[in-house]
């Protein structure tokens, strides 16, 4: 597996009681960012967590934030994503009408811009858009829900996604999210993946974060 594969622990599956600790823990252990997802309920068939918590975290932790906005109309909360510290803002293709605006507005704030697709979602939607993005996350899961299991199928959309990026010398980031574990993992770094977002098998291994960390960078080395 590739060395320079990033790990983005989701923090969807975090005890949300504990939140600062656990995200100290991941950090000491070797994250690279730290994913937020936030749900509104329209987008996705689930609530999680917004603002407030992204200005904490922010404030808590020098790990960049990963924000994975799964909600309708995110250009109308870009600005307040943006100032509350969010380094990386991905909105969903799905989501956005106007796409390239909304990637520019992401980048015109010194925040860089992602676009993510969902499972059934064709690469081509996003074909005239990668230019303008920084960072390309695809979903392995449908999303709204942690712990759900990695769509295969996924694989061969990530490899197709590298070869689009490099056939046109395109460097955005390609992350990928949803059914992670330490089995799939090489196979979807093998695919092209650079980020992983991990929730479940990191939050909640029995193992520990510690551990479960350790064992993705085991993989990685
Ligand atoms: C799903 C979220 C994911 C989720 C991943 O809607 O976007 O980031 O937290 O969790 P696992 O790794 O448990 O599938
Ligand atoms: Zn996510």
């Not at 622990?9 to 936030?38: R, T």
């Not at 574990?181 to 993946?193: E, F, R, T």
Request: hydrophobic share 45%.
């Amino acid at each position: 597996m590739n060395n320079k594969v990033k790990l983005a622990p989701s923090i969807l599956s975090a005890d949300f009681a504990h939140l600062g600790e656990q995200v100290d823990e991941v950090a000491k252990a070797g994250a690279d960012y730290i994913h937020v997802d936030v749900m509104d309920g329209h987008f996705v068939p689930n609530i999680s967590i917004g603002i407030p918590i992204i200005d904490s975290l922010h404030r808590w932790t020098a790990l960049p934030l990963d924000v994975h906005l799964m909600i309708e109309k995110p250009e109308n909360y870009i600005k307040q994503f943006a100032a509350a510290g969010a380094a990386i803002i991905t909105v969903h293709i799905e989501a956005c009408t106007h796409i390239h605006r909304t990637l520019e507005s992401i980048r015109e704030l010194g925040v860089r811009a992602g676009v993510s697709l969902n499972p059934a979602t064709p690469l081509n939607l996003i074909d005239e858009a990668i230019m303008y993005a920084d960072l390309v996350l695809v979903m392995s899961v449908n999303p709204g829900f942690g712990g759900q299991i990695f769509i295969p199928e996924t694989l061969n959309k990530i490899a197709r996604l590298r070869r689009m990026l490099n056939d046109r010398h395109l460097e955005a980031e390609i992350e990928v999210d949803g059914g992670i574990n330490v089995s799939n993992a090489p196979s979807i770094a093998k695919a092209g993946a650079q980020v992983l977002a991990v929730g479940n098998s990191i939050f909640q291994a029995k193992e520990g974060i510690t551990k479960a960390i350790k064992r993705f960078r085991e993989i990685r080395n």
